[in-house]
């Protein structure tokens, strides 16, 4: 199993709040991926990073931030939950960025804005 | 976003029979990959496929890169009940470093 832990694993919060979701990484890859998971819509991505202070957006990431200041470490920071930001999120890992790439995902944390 | 169309998107079937599902895009991708999610947990990569009109095996999973790279398959021989889960797959195209995913087909096996 890829290295890959998320935490928290649940989470319950109220609209407004601000959140933050950890995604650690033992693997030292360089590619390191936020995603949602809704019933309907699989997985989309949310920000993904190339490097250390490296960062992109993807398809969803309004309302979300994300920082990465060491290469193991992925940060998803709802500034003020909203209850269409529940979700289950996943981190995901990857080698390299372009061809022969493999993402290896984390367990996921389930989080509930009420 | 990019759309992937991932068929069917759910199966009941019989322990021992074999499986079908595929996924079509409307871009040309390079990469394609499959993966395996049970509940409460992570997808799992099961194959990956680079070149147009490969075809990989894992034990009895076997998936084909299809030859227009606008499609893929994966096919699960003599299923067992572990197979339960829900299966899908992504793909990358030529330029950027993001994966689309499939909105994933629903596998039952009854014993």
């Known amino acids: 199993d890829a290295g890959i832990t998320q935490s928290p694993r649940h989470k319950v919060t109220e609209t407004g709040t601000p959140v933050t979701l950890r995604c650690h990484q033992t693997?030292?890859?360089?590619?390191m991926y936020w995603y949602r998971q809704d019933p309907g819509h699989g997985l989309r991505l949310i920000h993904y990073?190339?490097?250390?202070?490296?960062?992109d957006k993807g398809e969803v990431s309004d309302g979300y931030s994300v920082s990465r200041s060491k290469t193991e470490d992925f940060l998803l920071t709802l500034e003020s939950a909203t209850s269409s930001q529940t979700s289950v999120y996943f981190c995901a890992i990857s080698a390299k960025g372009g061809p022969y790439n493999e993402q290896f995902f984390g367990p996921g944390t389930r989080l509930t804005v009420l | 976003g990019q759309q992937l169309n991932q068929s069917p998107q759910s199966m009941f079937i019989q322990e021992g029979e074999d499986v079908s599902m595929n996924c079509t895009s409307s871009?040309?991708?390079?990469?394609w990959l499959w993966y395996k999610q049970d509940p409460g947990e992570g997808p799992v990569l099961l194959i990956a496929?680079?070149?147009?009109?490969e075809l990989t095996s894992n034990g009895r999973l076997t998936a084909q890169f299809g030859i227009t790279r606008k499609d893929s398959f994966l096919n699960i021989s003599a299923s067992i009940p572990s197979d339960v889960g829900i299966y899908f797959c992504a793909g990358q195209p030529n330029t950027g470093n993001q994966f689309y995913f499939g909105t994933g087909t629903s596998l039952t096996v009854i014993p």
């Open positions: 990073s190339y490097g250390v202070k490296d960062t």
């Open positions: 496929l680079y070149k147009a009109g």
């Open positions: 871009s040309i991708f390079n990469t």
């Open positions: 693997e030292n890859h360089r590619y």
